[in-house]
């Protein structure tokens, strides 16, 4: 009994820790997400304006994912996610959400591409003879 | 007297379990609830991306991303939306220290950078139309409109929320409920220049790229 009285005052003090922790970060944990933020965003938009690569899809990739690292500094350092705060509950519905985001953009992309390319009507040339 | 909630001889004394957490208990559901708000508009934002990706090469020999898009605006827009992130963050640490006139100042400036970046928009917007290029002229506009647009209003929204706390703020100072408030905004203010990135980098640099 003693042990489950215990074990409620443990709970509710990690509960009330982890209420005083989540919400908002110190000056620094600001500080270090802006500038990762400025250093992430000039870097895609100096390879883009300044012709840096020279392959084009390189550079997508490239900018891809540095703005794909971006979020994530968003997340940590302006959002203050972490896998513990609201119990976990918040982290677990972003990995939900994250899972959804990429079967519908991926799937969408993918599916119609495809689509795209077989339902391709004959070239420019064909249609306008047949249109004739 | 045997007091009602005292165990027979032998039996295991009861266990309580308390369901309801007093105290924090409203505030907490209160992010985790907003939290799944935002998540639920995450969906709304991918949905307007996944048409952006299937349509925004579809020009209709309209123009293109490349003859249209000023990529130096887009930078001052970028750095309006994230200059607004960072003094949104000083509010909510002049918060944490009861500083009501700090906390307000931090406040007006976010809305300040919020307001510029919707003019900016607006006025890209206006200048787009001008070049022949309204929403219905081909698919890749329609999705860039309505993607755009939609992340627009909610930062016009944001805006709009800024100052009804700021008033409130004004009125009641930073109560516990406002405080509650402020948090919320908090999450989904820095949610929107979240998403903004998603835009700069796949609607205009990866536009103007191709």
């Not at chain 1, 922790?21 to 100096?46: A, C, D, K």
């Amino acid at each position: 009994m003693s042990a489950d009285a215990h074990h409620v005052a443990a709970a509710g003090h990690g509960h009330h820790d982890a209420h005083s922790e989540g919400g908002h970060g110190s000056f620094q944990s600001y500080m270090t997400g802006f500038v990762l933020s400025v250093i992430l965003t000039v870097i895609p938009f100096w390879l883009v304006m300044g012709n840096v690569l020279d392959n084009s899809l390189v550079t997508t990739l490239v900018i891809l994912a540095l703005g794909g690292v971006q979020m994530v500094v968003h997340i940590i350092y302006f959002l203050h996610m972490s896998t513990k705060s609201e119990g976990g509950w918040t982290f677990l519905s972003l990995i939900f959400t994250i899972t959804l985001v990429v079967i519908m953009l991926a799937g969408s992309v993918w599916v119609m591409y495809h689509l795209n390319h077989n339902m391709m009507p004959m070239d420019a040339h064909d249609v306008m003879n047949n249109a004739r | 007297m045997m007091h009602a909630d005292t165990a027979p001889p032998g039996a295991a004394a009861p266990v309580f379990y308390q369901t309801d957490e007093e105290g924090h208990h409203s505030e907490g559901s209160t992010m985790l609830g907003f939290w799944l708000y935002l998540m639920s508009d995450c969906l709304i934002f991918a949905t307007l991306f996944a048409t952006y990706g299937v349509l925004g090469r579809s020009y209709a020999a309209g123009p293109t991303p490349k003859e249209l898009f000023d990529l130096p605006g887009i930078a001052v827009n970028t750095a309006m939306l994230l200059f607004s992130s960072i003094t949104y963050g000083f509010a909510m640490l002049e918060m944490d220290r009861d500083r009501i006139k700090q906390t307000q100042i931090w406040l007006a400036v976010t809305g300040l950078f919020g307001a510029a970046f919707v003019a900016l928009e607006i006025r890209e917007f206006v200048h787009l139309f001008h070049e022949g290029a309204p929403p219905w002229r081909s698919a890749f506009l329609s999705s860039f409109y309505t993607l755009v647009s939609t992340h627009g209003l909610h930062v016009s929204m944001g805006i709009l929320w800024l100052i009804v706390l700021m008033v409130q703020v004004g009125k009641h100072g930073l109560i516990v409920e406002n405080k509650r408030r402020l948090m919320c905004l908090s999450l989904f203010w820095h949610f929107l220049d979240l998403i903004w990135i998603g835009v700069f980098t796949v609607v205009y640099l990866i536009g103007v790229l191709e």
